[in-house]
């Protein structure tokens, strides 16, 4: 296992401007580029098939596990993002196509902003969100220090939204809500994607639950990622609140 200083995660500042930080890179000058921006507290099986899901169903070239070292609402807990990046880098190195990544910045025009800045003007972006997550990005009170009309702007200008619907957000749920008048001028730049709905409810919660129970997850979290959980003692041991 990585000491605690990973030379990645150095000098990256919440305050900055938006920054991206290629960790892992496997298709330099991909053209049609995904991203799953998510805490991976533990990552899961869900993550997983999200990712294969949307790499299939858009003929993405290059699928990018993103890890933020903010998050708009949950505090740092559980793994500790030294941990979570090694576990992602595990996970992507045996997967052909798939990037890891991070940024400074935990909202998704700041991360389209930075993606866009570092493989420039040509690629096609994709950004794969479950169906709570969207209902976020429309939520005014993450913008206190900008429009949220202007962040949605500049975020759909750049890229487009690839969903999981995930109850209670399920499809006609999210149809719905994409037909208010303040979203709906965004639709066209919205697609779906469809996951077996025994994944669409696993989080990384539950797996650090049944952790702490001491139950197996084997079936729950991608293998390459067992030499994480499997430690004397138990990493997750301690509270743990994020999904």
């Keep these: 296992m990585p000491n605690d200083r990973t030379p990645e995660l150095e000098g990256l500042d919440p305050q900055a401007p938006p920054q991206w930080r290629w960790v892992h890179r496997a298709r330099p000058g991909a053209q049609r580029i995904g991203v799953l921006s998510a805490s991976f507290n533990p990552p899961t099986r869900a993550h997983i098939a999200l990712m294969e899901t949307a790499q299939e169903s858009f003929r993405l070239e290059e699928s990018v596990l993103l890890l933020a070292i903010t998050h708009v609402e949950k505090p740092l807990t559980g793994f500790r993002l030294r941990e979570r990046l090694e576990m992602l880098r595990a996970i992507a190195q045996g997967r052909p196509g ?15 902003r930075a993606l866009r800045e570092a ?9 794969i969100v479950g169906g709570d997550t969207i209902v976020r990005l429309f939520d005014p009170r993450y913008y206190p220090d900008i429009p949220m009309e202007s962040a949605l702007e500049q975020f759909f ?18 149809e719905a809500f994409l037909q208010d008048p303040s979203r709906e001028t965004y639709r066209e730049r919205i697609d779906f994607l469809s ?22 997850v ?20 301690r509270e743990c609140s994020d999904g």
Aim: glycine content about 4%; some cysteine.
């Design 195 to 216: 996951l077996d709905p025994a994944l669409t409810e696993l989080s990384s919660s539950q797996v650090r639950q049944r952790l702490a129970r001491g139950e197996p």
């Design 119 to 127: 493989v420039g003007e040509r690629p096609e972006l994709f950004f």
């Design 218 to 237: 084997d079936a729950w979290i991608p293998p390459e990622i067992l030499p994480w959980l499997a430690e004397p003692g138990g990493r997750l041991d």
């Design 98 to 112: 798939w990037s890891v990544a991070l940024c400074n910045r935990a909202r998704f025009f700041e991360k389209a």
């Design 157 to 174: 200008q750049i890229a487009r939204l690839l969903v999981a619907p995930r109850l209670p957000w399920d499809r006609p749920s999210l």
